[in-house]
């Protein structure tokens, strides 16, 4: 006799724990009625959706979950559920994972290991817990543990020494480029160390900065990789496990490539941030350029062409190549476009400056009004058409501040504020081989935000493939001005960018947010004083 045990990789909206339930229970049927599961598993905090943050404060989603739960277990007889959700115990909050068996929960985890670093603020909400979670089904003794629990030892080594002979961990993981493969490296890790095969579920979907990859997956006892769910896309797959504990071998889905694994984050995180928040589709400013090409290439894909809108805004210093291109490209991705040239309130502005500006040279001053005008344009399409506006500026700009507030940084949000330079160039091409909608051109001309005559990016910035080197080592790793110059970058280079990054952290607090694609972006992630003097 073997157990059937179903894998609920779930796209779940924070704070919806109605809707939340309802997917549970939509779930729970179709794993005991279409696919004769004795249990079914969901992932990490599924009531609530990942990460509830501050709605844990309120009293009222308790309540809300204690309801939850109370349906769930009467609309499920016959299965076997296993969720997560928030508990509040003793006067403590705890991240638990509960069994739900004939209405009532027969078997409660408390999650251990707390991440407190990064993305992560758990301990800012929940007490750990510290005793092991066993229970049975058909006989088979299985633990529990939930996402960070599996990084660290002592959580599986205790539901082994308990007599676990299966392991369930469910999971709330956020992507970041090659996350994956380290996620299958340890579990893989753990099963050898245990003797114990491991069964990983993960959320899928966009909350704000984040995106949950799904990628659940299951290893055997030895830590060989067994069955693999779908990537970025909702999937339910079914395992067949002996009383002993050993896992038939399943489907084992592909890995994407890195660039593909990327573009599908963006894409899925662009289109649950406008799905999920209530907008009627997305606006953007499209210059002819690589960045913007590239988000508007996401947009599309995420909510269909009939769902965004491009504006060209062009100025006195906008090529005639940056407007074919735009208009080729809209054309070839099937969007509605239009033509906006902002020389009229460009002048206007310089007109009514005219005295408080007498006898001041020009500088960029009068490149940021140019900015600012398309932003006051984009802002109010949007506005009146309930259309977010995206933001089209990449991490290199965002790190070093070439960028203007109110400007180009103006919008709701920003689909590529993650992606440095030269990863946007390897996403276009990427793009473009899935089928050709950037024109070449834009991929090979120098780039340029065309606010003065004959602008290029590097009058004002080192090359994008030295910049990125030198961003990736101070702000990702955290590595000093020395220690980069030390592995032979430029003295002067290096401690002019140190000194852009440090002093824009004023712009990059209020620029939209963006989806966490490297280890560590702005935002959540690297969080750092206005006002400094380190």
Not at 227 to 234: A, D, K, T
Request: net charge negative; proline share 6%; aromatic share 6%.
């Amino acid at each position: 006799m073997s157990l059937r045990l179903s894998l609920a990789q779930l796209n779940l909206l924070v704070g919806d724990i109605t809707g939340n339930a309802n997917r549970v229970i939509q779930a729970a049927r179709h794993a005991r009625d279409k696919q004769h599961a004795d249990a079914v598993i969901f992932p990490e905090l599924t009531l609530t959706g990942y990460p509830p943050e501050d709605l844990l404060l309120r009293p009222e989603l308790m309540r809300r979950v204690e309801a939850a739960l109370l349906q769930i277990g009467a609309a499920t007889a016959g299965i076997d559920v296993i969720l997560g959700y928030p508990k509040m115990q003793g006067g403590q909050m705890f991240n638990a994972a509960g069994v739900i068996r004939d209405g009532g929960i027969v078997a409660e985890y408390h999650k251990q290991q707390l991440p407190n670093y990064s993305v992560f603020d758990e301990k800012r909400y929940f007490k750990a817990g510290s005793e092991p979670c066993l229970f049975e089904i058909k006989g088979l003794p299985i633990g529990l543990t939930i996402c960070e629990d599996i990084w660290e030892r002592a959580p599986a080594a205790q539901a082994a020494a308990a007599g676990a002979r299966l392991l369930l961990n469910l999971n709330a993981s956020p992507y970041h480029s090659g996350k994956a493969p380290e996620r299958e490296e340890l579990l893989q890790q753990r099963a050898r160390e245990n003797g114990l095969p491991i069964i990983y579920v993960n959320l899928i979907g966009g909350q704000d900065e984040l995106v949950f990859d799904g990628g659940s997956f299951a290893v055997d006892a030895q830590g060989k990789l067994i069955q693999r769910s779908l990537f970025f896309s909702e999937d339910q797959p079914l395992l067949e496990i002996s009383t002993e504990g050993a896992i038939k071998p399943g489907k084992i889905e592909a890995s994407p490539s890195e660039e593909a694994a990327i573009y599908s984050a963006l894409v899925l995180g662009v289109r649950d941030y406008i799905t999920k928040n209530g907008f009627k589709g997305a606006v953007l400013g499209l210059s002819g350029g690589i960045d913007s090409a590239l988000t508007l290439a996401i947009a599309v894909d995420a909510l269909g062409a009939d769902q965004v809108e491009a504006v060209m805004m062009p100025s006195r210093y906008t090529a005639d190549m940056s407007n074919e291109d735009a208009i080729e490209e809209a054309e070839l991705l099937g969007v509605q476009y239009r033509s906006i040239p902002i020389e009229p309130a460009f002048t206007a502005f310089q007109e009514m400056l005219a005295e408080e500006f007498a006898g001041l040279p020009k500088d960029v001053t009068e490149e940021n009004i140019q900015a600012r005008c398309r932003g006051i344009l984009l802002m109010a399409i949007s506005n009146k058409k309930g259309k977010i506006l995206l933001t089209t500026g990449n991490k290199s700009e965002m790190s070093v501040g070439y960028s203007t507030l109110y400007g180009d940084m103006a919008g709701g949000f920003a689909p590529i504020r993650d992606l440095p330079k030269t990863l946007v160039y390897r996403l276009a091409e990427y793009r473009n081989r899935l089928s050709p909608v950037i024109p070449r051109r834009v991929i090979e001309r120098p780039p340029s935000a065309e606010l003065s005559p004959d602008q290029k990016d590097s009058d004002s910035l080192p090359p994008y493939d030295i910049l990125d080197a030198i961003l990736l080592r101070y702000v990702e790793q955290d590595q000093s001005v020395e220690q980069i110059i030390a592995e032979g970058y430029d003295e002067a280079t290096v401690q002019r960018v140190a000194r852009l990054v440090d002093r824009n952290e004023y712009k990059r607090r209020q620029a939209p947010p963006g989806i966490k694609i490297t280890r560590r972006a702005f935002g959540r992630d690297r969080r750092y004083p206005l006002t400094s003097g380190f």
